[in-house]
């Protein structure tokens, strides 16, 4: 199992770097670096097998994932959806990244 989290763009701008000789000799566009106070991000929810695969869960926009949360919109449907199929028939290991979502105790049982 595995959750993806992507903040921000793809590249950073903060990171390229204009060699020049005198600051006026910059394009006044590259001078400044425009930043975003809260950029976009997507959270999405998978899970991956030897014999195979949960449906993608994405999470929307704003929603906080907290243990609550995680059993309710990620756990429990995945479980009643793959239940039968692959968790009666063989053994899983569930992973997780140690977050206070994964770890609290509701999420455990």
């Known amino acids: 199992m ?3 989290r992507m903040k921000g763009e793809a590249s950073n701008s ?3 770097r204009i060699l020049s000789s005198t600051s006026s000799t910059i394009n006044e566009e590259l001078r400044y670096v425009r930043r975003v106070q809260r950029p ?3 959270m999405i929810w998978g899970g991956v097998f030897g014999f195979g695969r ?3 869960i994405f999470v929307p926009q704003g929603v906080n ?3 609550t949360e995680c059993k309710d919109r ?3 449907p995945v479980e009643k959806d793959l239940g039968a199929s692959i968790f009666n028939k063989n053994r899983c290991l569930f992973q997780q990244d140690g977050a206070p979502a994964h770890t609290a ?3 455990q049982t």
């Open 2 to 4: 595995f959750c993806i």
């Open 14 to 16: 903060l990171n390229d």
């Open 40 to 42: 976009l991000s997507v």
């Open 54 to 56: 949960t449906q993608l």
């Open 65 to 67: 994932v907290n243990s």
């Open 74 to 76: 990620i756990l429990e």
């Open 105 to 107: 105790r509701i999420t």
